[in-house]
């Protein structure tokens, strides 16, 4: 069986720093580069605890930097969550993983255009690197096999009563994306918010004895913190994960075709993502949009990546 081959486009962030431990070593992905954007935090924030996730668990991918900001509204970021450097926590050793000279955006560009329409694009941030890329060169359009997304919701937001922070933080980005065509797999709130990583399951991880659980259980120590804090939850949500989880195993999430519009011109509902769960509209679905989640069987693959490191 052919691996998946993935670029993934994320805002380190606790878990972002998850889902690239989970793509890296999985036997059914070649994870091809890591693009990253400012969302969780600053671009120099960001691109460093990419940098940072990567030569702490010996990955060999090349990260590259993109977009600094939004492509219209102003930055937004998410300190409250994942602390001033969008990766705290864990302590890592002096960075000397390089970061690529080539702009994300541009990267993107070029390997798709050189590529057979196989490349499965993740994005766990904004999607302003994505966004961009197709609005620079729009050809890339019919070369991307899919786009996997965390974000949105299709009841409650996070950072307001409607949006979600990767929808709301480039709401144009996200629409640009959503209206492309491509088939889209939509991973919400929805289904992220089932997945807690309670006390028990960072006992569980940590068990495991090697540097990625290591690096996991420090990671969650913030993480969760922070989201008791915030949200009162005795668990953080683990969301972006679940996209590269989806990836290894479909089954894991259940999912539902629906027409989902992008709002980006009110104002007390900007970013929310409309997803049609009853088909009012009768318009045809752009997206599938994840409506359940095997708890179980998502923490069982949380747990195999972890073992695959040494």
Known sequence: MDKIKI???????????VAITLAAKSPKIDLLGITVVAGNQTLENTERNARNIVQCLGIDVPVYAGCDRPMIREKMTAGDIHGETGLDGPVFAPLTKE????????????TLMESDGDITVVTTGPMTNLGMAIRMEPKIVDKIKQIVLMGGAYTNGNVTPAAEFNIIADADAAYVCFTSGRPITMMGLDVTRQVLCYPSIVERMGKIGNHASKLFVDLMGHFCK???????????PLHDPVTIAYLIDPSV???????????????????????DFFG??????????????????FWDIIEEGLRLYS
């Open 99 to 110: 970061l690529e000279k080539e702009h994300a955006v541009s990267y993107i560009i070029r």
């Open 7 to 17: 670029i993934l486009d994320c805002d380190p962030g606790h878990d972002d720093a």
């Open 226 to 236: 922070s989201q008791k804090e915030v949200f009162g939850w005795e668990g953080g």
């Open 280 to 297: 009012y509209q009768q318009l045809p679905a752009t997206a599938d949009v994840a409506i359940g989640i095997d708890a179980e069987k």
């Open 253 to 275: 999430v259940e999912v539902k075709p629906m027409n989902v519009q992008i709002d980006i011109r009110s104002t007390q509902s900007y970013g929310r993502t409309n997803c």
